[in-house]
């Protein structure tokens, strides 16, 4: 057998977890559920969520789902979907959207109580609210700093008011800038060229699409592309792609995306030449190192992986009116968090993949060490130990034949090869077909 040597850039990818496929959860509006894609297959209803739920995101392997109609935060564990916690927000608060900090925070906008409130997950209390602009809207922590945006909304006029945002301290929570932007500014972007997009979404009727480049650190605008339409929501790829969801209501296949490029911001697809596919383009989410971006058809209940072209690369089926989305490395957070030493070993992969039911693990040690490749589950179990003492340097090819350690098949599903050697691991996954 032949065992290819991968550059250093892709080994280091190995080690990272970044070679694992990610999986896509879907929040649904209407449905008021959650959707989950493993990349071959779907399962609609897979959690329940509260009255309207808004915003949905991922931290290690818990799912956090934002309920605006009933005011909860819902945790809830990624592979199984059992129920971990709830937390009350306030009733009539409106929570819209959140954000992580870097210690074990999450951030929410009160739409209608025109706050922010401070969560700590550890405890699931509210530590503190942060008193801000009216109507805030989007969230984003950033260099130890928060950026939320105003809309200004007047629920008795329909009106809005001056779009801004508002900057404070991560710390402190100290107000630092109010910056003033075009109408009703929904969403937050960091995108490559080191600033921070606002996409404007105008009044729908008389003032349009507009982002905003605003500068992180002298907290000024730099410049604005006029998009267009009304577009909601945005990402960016790693080609420096941004992709915009655009609405389209009138009729099947009539649902609108629009593009721009990062640097310089230009529109590559707009009101006169946008992609079409489905119906009310609701959400945009990117997955990491990945060209191209999924889209959410909030009328047709699909989402949809597409290129910067408009090529579809994938149609899902999901559950009724879906709008964010969040992906997730398909690797259980336990397996992929893991200290690395390229210098003393590298796991390469396994031939064939996917197999049925036996496939060699491939692994190279440049030093003697006590080394132990284990296989286990999706959801992290453990199922059997291939290797487990001291190895001297060279080249090891290890065969699994699809069974725990009792010598019992497994089932078809994802699997996980973890290579520990000396103070790090790696880890690869494997696809067995029956």
């Keep these: 057998m032949i065992i290819k040597r991968l550059t250093l ?13 990610s ?12 959707s989950y894609w493993n990349g071959t297959s779907v399962q609609n209803d897979a959690a329940t969520l509260g009255l309207y739920p808004n915003d ?64 700590n997950l550890r405890t699931l209390t509210i530590e503190d609210t942060i008193p801000t602009g009216n109507s805030p809207q989007d969230i984003l922590y950033l260099e130890g700093e928060i950026f939320v945006t105003s809309v200004d909304f007047d629920a008795s006029t329909y009106a809005y008011g001056q779009g801004k945002v508002y900057v404070y301290d991560g710390s402190t929570y100290a107000e630092l800038a109010q910056i003033n932007v075009p109408t009703n500014p929904q969403k937050l972007l960091e995108t490559s060229d080191g600033t921070l997009h606002t996409l404007c979404t105008g009044n729908y009727w008389s003032e ?7 500068s992180t650190y002298s907290h000024t605008t730099l410049d604005t592309l006029n998009v267009g339409g009304s577009p909601g929501d945005f990402g960016q790829d790693m080609d420096g792609t941004v992709y915009l969801s655009a609405g389209g209501w009138t009729a099947p296949d009539s649902g609108q995306v629009f593009t ?46 597409i290129s910067s072209t408009g090529t579809i690369n994938e149609t899902v089926t999901v559950g009724d009116g879906p709008g964010k989305m969040v992906f997730g490395s398909s690797a259980p957070s336990a397996l992929i968090e893991s200290k690395q030493a390229p210098d003393v070993f590298h796991l390469i992969s396994n031939y064939p993949n996917p197999f049925n039911p036996t496939t060699s693990i491939l692994f190279q040690l440049s030093q003697t060490t006590q080394a132990s490749l284990e296989i286990f589950d999706a959801q992290g179990r453990w199922i ?44 690869i996954k494997m696809n067995l077909l029956k």
Excluded: C
């Design 208 to 214: 349009f699409g507009q982002v905003v480049r605003i």
């Design 260 to 305: 721009y490029t990062v640097a310089p911001m230009e529109l590559i697809h707009g009101p006169s030449n946008p992609i079409y596919l489905g119906q009310g383009i609701s959400n945009v989410a990117i997955e990491t190192d990945v060209a191209g971006a999924w889209v959410s058809s909030f009328s047709s209940d699909q989402v949809f992986s």
């Design 23 to 34: 999986d896509l959860y879907v929040l649904n509006t209407l449905g008021e559920t959650i």
């Design 56 to 119: 949905i995101l991922l931290k290690g392997d818990t799912l956090l789902a934002l309920n605006s109609g009933n005011a909860t935060l819902q945790l809830l564990n990624r592979f199984s979907f059992a129920p971990i916690n709830t937390l009350d927000l306030g009733t009539g608060s409106n929570p819209y959207s959140m954000t992580l900090t870097n210690d074990e925070r999450l951030l929410v906008t009160l739409w209608n109580s025109n706050e922010i409130s401070v969560i």
């Design 9 to 21: 850039f892709t080994f280091s990818l190995l080690l990272t977890g970044y070679s694992l496929a």
């Design 384 to 427: 059997s130990s291939l290797v487990n003492e001291q190895l001297s340097a060279g080249s090891y090819q290890k065969t699994w034949s699809g069974t725990n350690s009792l010598g019992m098949l497994q089932p078809s599903g994802i699997y996980f090869a973890v290579l520990k050697a000396g103070s790090g691991q790696s880890v």
